[in-house]
């Protein structure tokens, strides 16, 4: 298992912004993708954002624009900054890291924002 560790929600209004962090254990590089899926309340997990090896971003049309995922090679850290945050975007956040054929997945970290 690789640790993933996320860390950075919490409650804010909407319109404001929040940046999520998952520290890997190795170095970010040992996996093809990183990136950021959610689950909202009752509903299935979805794509938010990814970040390729070589550093291609795919975003969640539901999310261009205002979401931006980034990563810091030395701290193994990748990163989503979320601005003009919406209702919407409550939801659990986890980080995912594929190292194919395998998906690692961090604990989860709740984003709630209020109208």
């Known amino acids: 298992q690789v640790p993933l560790v996320e860390s950075g929600g919490g409650l804010v209004q909407a319109g404001g912004s929040l940046r999520l962090s998952c520290v890997t254990s190795g170095s970010i590089f040992s996996f093809n993708v990183m990136g950021w899926y959610r689950q909202p309340p009752g509903k299935q997990r979805e794509l938010v954002a990814t970040?390729?090896?070589?550093?291609?971003?795919t975003y969640a049309d539901s999310v261009k624009d205002r979401f931006t995922i980034s990563r810091d090679n030395a701290k193994n850290t990748v990163y989503l900054r979320m601005n003009s945050l919406k209702p919407e975007d409550t939801a659990v956040y986890y980080c995912l890291a594929v190292q194919i054929p395998t998906n690692y997945w961090g604990q989860g970290t709740q984003v709630t924002v209020s109208s």
């Open positions: 970040l390729t090896r070589g550093g291609t971003p």
